[in-house]
């Protein structure tokens, strides 16, 4: 009996390739189905061994070797068979040659290749580095089209039993070795079950615990290799089980203490039983954690914040956030910001929950849960400040507008006239402003602006609220004696920076909020700090930007010259804001109505259906948006368009003037379709009648 041919390796000293072999055929080899081939498996492993070591002691069966021949009996090799110590041989004149360390990419042989699959996978720090795989899989081996069937049969073997790997290892194995998808349709039963089987585990990666990251050089390959069989019990488990929080609890105190810097597994079950609600076992499974040196698991410590929070706890949570916040050193990233101001507001502290909420706010105005959070502790600030109303009357005034109290911000400023004289009359316009009081609102506009051309300050801040609040009292002479002479000649030349409520001044943080938020004074150029948020920015551009083309829209409704070339300058630049604001426009839709007779009026008749398209989209009742559309499409000889449009404007505007003006419109429409050699339209003769009876109805009302 030729025991090497057996075992299918070449003749060596080396018995990891002897056990190596012995395994893999054992696999296969079930002594109960074949009784016969095991016999001479197990006697070529024999006579292998004794080949490989020196001449042993003559004596009885050692105990591992007993230990060993009741597995083999049953079938099973325990994962300690590859590690076993053999006896210690006698000493011997006779030269042992030691087997040489096998390199990852000069792999030649099938018996090579299982070695060097062992000895990576077995490496607890390169089984992770795709880099190690990729060198094994460049070696000649996988360029021999001989072996190329065996040496897939030799990986999917070995990555069905050995499958603890990260996704990138996995990634690179499937996409570019193939190892599962070329043998799911082989013939081999045995091969093609297993690649399904590993395949399936393949795909459900992105469902799984990220690979175990930073391990610790003194873990050994048993403690990291039970570890990860207890993480694919729990995956398992939560992948394709119904756990409770009690049963998931269970098992993550089987945990080996050495790894509980495994930050993937933990967050992996505290997403599970936040899913479940379980915010008590999150917290006490998160406590157990040793306490963080640096920001390497601030995912976790802000779960267990959430998780103290949604219990209540309001202090234990407000500690692990002003601790994550202080570890992360960075306030510009806002982390944590709405939840330490959330924990103040339910602490009471209102000053402190309003100055984080609203710090937040520069960032995410659109959080509707915000928006209702920052309105309580607003409310709540302002009860403590009036503690000391006279000398806190600015900062409640402020607090009321911003909580949208008008009346009572209004009131606040007149009841303290000498503290708001120089400083926030503005805010004053603009609470009548609010209060649809614009005669008023426009007067305190003008008189502060006055203050402030006067100390040569540049009015434009002031102007854009101007243009929103009060465009009907902006005459030609205030445009073109002040106005057009303080601004800049460009929108390019537009400030970027929020001003303060009721005031010309930049926003910046107050010493109160550069103390509470832990900022410093100012920034890296040396300015002082202040908010900054893209979606204030924007809504700040939206509104320089309708201002400017308000400004033009009202210098060519206005404009009052008899030199008809100057008027169509006016016009011309009039209608290039209007479109350089359309964009913005969106953002506001109320604000093309003041566009669209203005572009109806220069005969600019696609972007007076432009306009009154955004308007429809927000104000679909609007009579005159129609009105302005129909008659700029029958402009446009767009009759068989303009119709139905002009009676939906018809129907709108009812018993009115501009009703009867409709239907006329929609009358001379059908008309004008006989004139271009169309038929006649269909509801030409309900169109007439329909004139007519209004016609009737609207005399009948003036009389």
């Not at 056990?19 to 006697?43: G, H, V």
């Not at 914040?305 to 949570?317: C, P, Q, S």
């Not at 445009?479 to 910046?508: C, D, H, W």
Request: a negative charge; proline letters at 4%; charged letters at 25%.
């Amino acid at each position: 009996m030729n025991h090497w041919k057996i075992l299918g390796i070449e003749a060596t000293t080396d018995k990891r390739f002897i056990k190596l072999a012995y395994t893999e055929i054992l696999k296969k080899t079930s002594p109960t189905e074949f009784p016969e081939e095991f016999k001479d498996l197990r006697k070529a492993y024999e006579l292998a061994i004794k080949e490989a070591k020196r001449p042993a002691k003559n004596e009885d069966t050692a105990p591992n070797q007993v230990f060993e021949d009741e597995h083999e009996k049953k079938g099973v090799v325990d994962e300690s068979f590859f590690d076993e110590e053999e006896p210690s041989p006698a000493p011997t004149e006779v030269e042992i040659v030691k087997p040489q360390p096998i390199e990852l990419n000069c792999v030649r042989s099938i018996s090579e290749l299982q070695v060097a699959l062992n000895e990576l996978y077995c490496n607890v720090l390169s089984r992770s580095d795709v880099e190690q795989w990729k060198l094994l899989f460049s070696s000649p081996l996988f360029w021999d089209v001989d072996q190329s069937q065996q040496v897939s049969f030799t990986l999917i073997d070995f990555f069905s039993e050995n499958y603890f790997l990260s996704a990138t290892v996995f990634k690179f194995l499937d996409e570019s070795m193939k190892i599962s998808s070329e043998l799911v349709t082989n013939k081999n039963n045995h091969y093609r079950e297993l690649a399904i089987a590993l395949h399936h585990y393949i795909q459900s990666l992105p469902l799984r615990i990220d690979a175990l990251s930073n391990i610790d050089h003194n873990i050994s390959f048993e403690q990291l290799q039970q570890h990860l069989q207890l993480r694919n019990l729990i995956e398992e488990q939560c992948i394709y089980s119904k756990l409770t929080a009690e049963q998931l609890i269970t098992l993550m105190q089987r945990i080996n203490l050495v790894f509980y810097n495994d930050e993937s597994l933990y967050l992996y079950v505290a997403n599970y039983l936040w899913t479940l609600g379980a915010y008590t076992e999150i917290s006490k499974l998160l406590a157990s954690l040793p306490e963080p040196t640096d920001a390497s698991i601030d995912q976790l410590r802000d779960l267990q914040a959430h998780a103290e929070f949604k219990l209540k706890n309001y202090d234990i949570a407000l500690t692990i956030y002003l601790a994550q916040r202080e570890l992360m050193k960075s306030f510009y990233a806002m982390n944590m910001t709405k939840e330490i101001g959330l924990c103040y507001l339910h602490l009471k502290n209102y000053e402190k929950a309003y100055t984080y909420l609203n710090s937040y706010f520069y960032t995410s105005p659109e959080d509707i849960d915000l928006r209702s959070a920052l309105i309580i502790a607003r409310r709540y600030y302002i009860k403590d400040l009036k503690k000391n109303e006279e000398s806190n009357a600015l900062k409640i005034a402020t607090l009321q507008f911003e909580n949208g109290r008008y009346q009572d911000a209004l009131i606040t400023t007149q009841t303290y006239p000498l503290i708001f004289h120089a400083d926030c009359n503005y805010l004053q316009a603009l609470c009548l402003a609010k209060l649809e009081r614009l005669d008023e609102a426009f007067d305190v506009f003008i008189a502060f602006m006055n203050l402030h051309l006067q100390k040569q300050i540049d009015p434009w801040p002031l102007l854009v609220d101007l243009f929103i609040y009060c465009p009907d009292s902006i005459d030609f002479n205030l445009i073109m004696e002040t106005i057009a002479k303080k601004i800049q000649p460009s929108p390019n030349k537009f400030y970027k920076t929020p001003r303060v409520l009721g005031s010309v001044q930049e926003n910046i943080y107050s010493q109160l909020e550069l103390k509470t938020l832990d900022l410093p004074a100012t920034d890296h150029d040396g300015k002082p700090n202040k908010p900054m948020g893209y979606a204030l920015y924007a809504d700040l551009d939206y509104k320089q930007q309708y201002a400017w083309a308000m400004l033009h829209a009202l210098m060519a409704k206005l404009a009052n010259f008899e030199d008809k070339a100057i008027v169509k300058q006016i016009k011309q630049a009039a209608i290039y804001a209007i479109k350089q604001a359309m964009p913005k426009i969106t953002h506001q839709p109320s604000w093309s109505l003041k566009f669209i007779h203005i572009a109806f009026d220069i005969d600019d008749f696609d972007t007076c259906i432009k306009l009154a398209n955004i308007t429809i989209s927000e104000f679909s009742n609007l009579p005159q948006t129609y009105y302005y559309k129909g008659r700029s499409l029958a402009a446009l000889d767009q009759y068989d368009a303009a119709i139905p449009i002009l009676i939906l404007a018809a129907d709108k505007y009812g018993h009115q003037r501009l009703g009867i003006y409709s239907l006329e419109f929609a009358v001379e429409c059908c008309e004008k379709l006989v004139e271009h050699g169309q038929p006649m339209h269909p509801n030409y003769n309900d169109i007439c009648l329909k004139l007519q009876t209004t016609k009737e109805i609207v005399d009948a009302q003036s009389k």
